[in-house]
Structure formats: structure tokens, C-alpha cells
């Protein structure tokens, strides 16, 4: 969990720097999601859709798959939502779902208050470390909120990026 948290400090100069105009105030404490298998899954959600009620609450979500000689035939993929138009906040959009496969040394970042995911059926035993970032916009000011650019693309660093 700490090499989570320093590598999402490394990226935090990146993070103002980019279009998305982020700043990284804290990690949050970190989560190891367990499924059995057995079809088991986790809907469509947004982590932080509503805020958290703070000025520099959650902004990014970071996952760390654990499961060694995964088989893809056994589902258990963490599918976004990539916006194409528009955002989740409009009428209108649209976009397609990107699915990472959750083997081990798999990372991935995403926006915790903008991104739709969810865990599809697994149905062998899934492991995987969540953590989450707070932040505000590197231009802070006024209420602390601003529309973060949808022109955020899903990245997987290792293996394969399915799309559906």
C-alpha cells in the first residue's frame, strides 16, 4: 500500500501539470477487495459521485491486481467507462467500456468523482488493492470545484486493453 501511495505522489506534478489541473492533498486509507468467485461482482458506480463533503476530497482511484496466472475465461475484469462525448454530468453522452483484466501487477488510475466502472462476474477467487487520492485543483480557488476536462483516457500499463 505505501508503494501505491508513493507513486501516486510521483504523479501528482504530472497531475497540475496536465489538462486536468489536479493536485493530490492525501491518500486515503486503502481497501483489499476479495471476491470469492462464484459469479461474484460489483455494479456500475462512481467511487466518489456525489463528493465527499470535503473541499479536497477523493479524486482518484488507484487499483493493483494481485492475481497470479489469472485466466482471462474466468471474467472478473474491471470494465470504465470511457466518455466520447459529453460527460456522466450531461445529457446526451456517450462513449464505450474499456475492460482490464485483473492480473497481477496490473495498475490503473482513474478520476474517482468521474469515472463509471464496475467489476464483472469472477468466477474464480479476485484480489485487488484499492486506494484512493484526495485533491483539489491545482488552480484552487472559490469553492474548490471545477470541471475536470473529459478528455481522460482509460490506461492499462500492463497486459492487454480489451474494448466491448
Not at 505522489?9 to 489541473?21: A, C, P, V
Not at 477487495?33 to 456500475?44: F, H, L, R, S, V
Not at 471474467?75 to 462513449?95: D, P
Not at 475492460?99 to 464483472?120: C, K, M, Q, S
Request: glycine residues 12%; charged residues 25%.
Amino acid at each position: 500500500e505505501r508503494a501505491i501511495g508513493d507513486v501516486g505522489y510521483k504523479l501528482d506534478k504530472f497531475l497540475q501539470r496536465s489538462s486536468l489541473k489536479l493536485r493530490l492533498t492525501e491518500r486515503c486509507d486503502g481497501m483489499l477487495a476479495c471476491y470469492p468467485g462464484n459469479g461474484a461482482q460489483y455494479g456500475a458506480h462512481i467511487d466518489n459521485a456525489d463528493g465527499d463533503g470535503r473541499v479536497d476530497g477523493r479524486v482518484l482511484t488507484v487499483l493493483l491486481y494481485l492475481n497470479e496466472q489469472w485466466d482471462r475465461k474466468n471474467g472478473g475484469e474491471v470494465s470504465l467507462f470511457e466518455a466520447e462525448k459529453g460527460s456522466s454530468r450531461s445529457a446526451g453522452w456517450s462513449g464505450r467500456w474499456v475492460n482490464v483484466w485483473p492480473e497481477a501487477g496490473t495498475i490503473i488510475f482513474f478520476l474517482a468523482d468521474r469515472i463509471i466502472h464496475e467489476v464483472r462476474p469472477c468466477f474464480a477467487p479476485r484480489h485487488a488493492l484499492s486506494s484512493w487520492f484526495c485533491g483539489q485543483p491545482s488552480d484552487f480557488g472559490g469553492d474548490g470545484r471545477q470541471e475536470v476536462a473529459d478528455e481522460c483516457s482509460v490506461v492499462e500499463v500492463n497486459g492487454d486493453r480489451q474494448n466491448t
